[in-house]
């Protein structure tokens, strides 16, 4: 157990999804990355040394369009990243023969699942989770609730209609974002997305890790989210983790907490 290996999944246009899995028991671990990012940062990596040492399964990968992963960023929007983690999810939560040796027997249980969403993939891990009873716990870390909603809403009425009219405007004007332009759609569809956020309630633990010093997914976001969930649900298990730290939450004291919200669960 414990080795790790690359994977390709073949998204509905045939493209390829890559990531890659570390084989073990009892537990699969799913890593979504945030807007942006390739699957191999620091919290991926911790999460996967963190799962060798307890012998669990764990995968993370690229989302169609970026990193190893094959098409053009400008073809995906929201949706098609919602049904990249599906088809992730799907090949974990009824994958026997991703947690034993082909000679095990196949009345093996089904593994236990859960999803570690960082920013962007926190909502997505959120709206994926629904559908999959095998999702026995949440880990979102600085999730980005309807994040194309909340950033046209933030930018000036003159920028909004030029990206509504012109259909493309780049997510801001940093240089490590101005070179990916995003289509209107990515808006249309987070703010639908958003609509149903709270639909088809399914009880998961499910815990917010958030840095009080956010200034990229302002920690409001998550204040809220959780009002309007237990608004919903009072019975609803979610606990809002407010900590010291910025996006990243990369400090040391950060990855301990992380540490201890990963392993310190049954």
């Given at each position: 157990m414990n080795s790790q290996h690359l994977f390709e999944l073949a998204g509905a246009d045939g493209n390829l999804i890559r990531g890659d899995r570390v084989i073990g028991e009892d537990r699969q671990v799913l890593f979504i990355t945030g807007f942006l990012s390739k699957r191999w940062g620091n919290k991926s990596q911790a999460l996967a040394q963190w799962c060798r040492e307890k012998g669990w399964g764990f995968c993370c990968y690229d989302v169609r369009g970026f990193g190893d992963s094959e098409g053009r960023f400008i073809d995906y929007t929201l949706s098609d990243w919602i049904a990249d983690a599906r088809l992730v999810l799907d090949a974990?939560?009824?994958g026997r023969h991703l947690?034993?040796?082909p000679q095990a027997r196949q009345d093996a249980p089904l593994p236990r699942v859960t999803i570690v969403g960082n920013s962007l993939g926190g909502w997505i891990a959120w709206l994926i989770a629904r559908e999959c009873k095998q999702v026995e716990r949440l880990i979102l870390i600085a999730p980005a609730f309807n994040m194309m909603g909340v950033r046209a809403r933030s930018i000036s009425e003159e920028r909004q209609h030029a990206w509504h009219t012109a259909g493309w405007m780049p997510w801001d004007d940093d240089p490590l974002h101005k070179d990916w332009p995003l289509s209107w759609k990515w808006v249309e569809e987070s703010e639908a997305c958003w609509k149903t956020t709270f639909d088809r309630l399914r009880h998961v633990n499910t815990t917010i890790l958030h840095g009080m010093q956010d200034r990229v997914i302002l920690p409001v976001g998550s204040k809220q989210f959780v009002e309007q969930l237990l608004a919903k649900d009072r019975s609803f298990p979610v606990e809002l983790d407010l900590i010291p730290g910025d996006h990243r939450l990369g400090s040391p004291e950060?990855?301990?907490?992380?540490?201890?919200?990963v392993v310190g669960q049954p």
């Amino acid at each position: 157990m414990n080795s790790q290996h690359l994977f390709e999944l073949a998204g509905a246009d045939g493209n390829l999804i890559r990531g890659d899995r570390v084989i073990g028991e009892d537990r699969q671990v799913l890593f979504i990355t945030g807007f942006l990012s390739k699957r191999w940062g620091n919290k991926s990596q911790a999460l996967a040394q963190w799962c060798r040492e307890k012998g669990w399964g764990f995968c993370c990968y690229d989302v169609r369009g970026f990193g190893d992963s094959e098409g053009r960023f400008i073809d995906y929007t929201l949706s098609d990243w919602i049904a990249d983690a599906r088809l992730v999810l799907d090949a974990l939560k009824d994958g026997r023969h991703l947690t034993h040796p082909p000679q095990a027997r196949q009345d093996a249980p089904l593994p236990r699942v859960t999803i570690v969403g960082n920013s962007l993939g926190g909502w997505i891990a959120w709206l994926i989770a629904r559908e999959c009873k095998q999702v026995e716990r949440l880990i979102l870390i600085a999730p980005a609730f309807n994040m194309m909603g909340v950033r046209a809403r933030s930018i000036s009425e003159e920028r909004q209609h030029a990206w509504h009219t012109a259909g493309w405007m780049p997510w801001d004007d940093d240089p490590l974002h101005k070179d990916w332009p995003l289509s209107w759609k990515w808006v249309e569809e987070s703010e639908a997305c958003w609509k149903t956020t709270f639909d088809r309630l399914r009880h998961v633990n499910t815990t917010i890790l958030h840095g009080m010093q956010d200034r990229v997914i302002l920690p409001v976001g998550s204040k809220q989210f959780v009002e309007q969930l237990l608004a919903k649900d009072r019975s609803f298990p979610v606990e809002l983790d407010l900590i010291p730290g910025d996006h990243r939450l990369g400090s040391p004291e950060n990855m301990e907490r992380f540490h201890q919200l990963v392993v310190g669960q049954p």
